[in-house]
């Protein structure tokens, strides 16, 4: 098994920090609560509002991933959105000191979302929308037809006929 690129780990930094900043510029009445179904033996549904779910996840595995001279460098450009002159300012660093800390960061926490488990931050469309892995195929004993008839050479199971009704 090869090793991705850094570039791939900044990248997968990038898509969640983004993810990150669309989440905190909502406005906080708009965020929705979403039902969710766990898998396992029992299936419990459970209620979740996903936008703060992921705003804390991805600050709390990025406070258990870095040290703390990492997390200030973290906290001040990516949290509290400094930019590089003022975060060379603060932490007494030149500009490529910052720049190649910032760019080990991204790398350390793109690996670290990616590869968090049981469920990891990284791909955006599995965190927030819960795919699952391998789709779960249901197999009906009866066939629907909703609309004009399809033609089939065999029929051997009972058809059932829904009307439908047409929207004003």
């Known amino acids: 098994m090869s090793t991705p690129c850094n570039c791939v780990f900044r990248a997968i930094f990038r898509a969640c920090h983004a993810r990150f900043k669309q989440c905190a510029s909502k406005e906080k009445h708009i965020s929705r609560v979403s039902l969710e179904a766990n898998p396992g033996r029992q299936r419990k549904n459970v209620w979740g509002r996903k936008d703060e779910e992921f705003m804390a996840d991805f600050t709390l595995v990025s406070r258990r991933t870095l040290s703390d001279y990492e997390y200030r460098v973290f906290k001040y450009h990516f949290l509290l959105g400094a930019d590089w002159k003022l975060c060379c300012r603060k932490l007494g660093l030149d500009r490529g ?36 892995k391998a789709p ?31 929207a004003a």
């Open 97 to 132: 000191e910052f720049f190649h800390e910032i760019y080990r960061i991204q790398q350390k926490l793109g690996r670290t979302f990616r590869e968090l488990e049981p469920y990891a931050l990284f791909p955006l469309d599995e965190y927030f929308h819960g795919t699952p």
């Open 136 to 166: 779960i195929e249901m197999p009906s004993s009866y066939q629907v037809e909703t609309g004009a008839p399809v033609a089939t050479t065999t029929k051997t199971r009972t058809m059932l006929k829904f009307p439908v009704k047409r």
